[in-house]
């Protein structure tokens, strides 16, 4: 038995482990998804006053390599778009919007914030 032999039987172990974690990750990712979105079902629409408190971006950038004989290398980016507000009792709730929704909204407007859970439905400016 030639000392490479047991690396050699080992590898395919190895490599059905990993895939064996990504795969449960995916479903377990997968599952918290659902159960995000069957819990905003569940949960009450509610319409409230509210004053917007902060507004954030977060920019993902995701490189793609490509393996043609000239190695382009695409990059892309996706933004998300949050927005805090605050509540008359103090608390404050953090949603997660449209480029459009967010574009229309500015700290410090008061307004009605309508939402389902984590689920942002909207926001109704009061023109003082």
């Not at 920019?59 to 778009?81: G, L």
């Not at 459009?100 to 914030?113: F, I, R, S, T, V």
Request: charged share 20%; aromatic share 10%.
């Amino acid at each position: 038995m030639y000392p490479g032999d047991a690396m050699f039987n080992i590898v395919p172990i190895v490599v059905m482990i990993g895939f064996i974690v990504v795969i449960g990750l995916i479903v377990i990712n997968m599952g918290k998804g659902i159960s995000q979105w069957k819990k905003n079902e569940d949960s009450p629409r509610l319409s409230v006053p509210a004053i917007v408190k902060t507004k954030r971006t977060h920019v993902s950038k995701h490189t793609h390599h490509h393996t043609e004989p000239h190695h382009h290398h695409h990059v892309s980016s996706s933004t998300s778009y949050y927005v805090t507000f605050e509540f008359e009792s103090g608390d404050r709730s953090e949603f997660a919007l449209s480029g459009n929704d967010y574009g229309q909204l500015a700290e410090g407007d008061q307004g009605k914030l309508t939402f389902q859970g984590t689920r942002y439905l909207g926001f109704e400016r009061i023109r003082g």
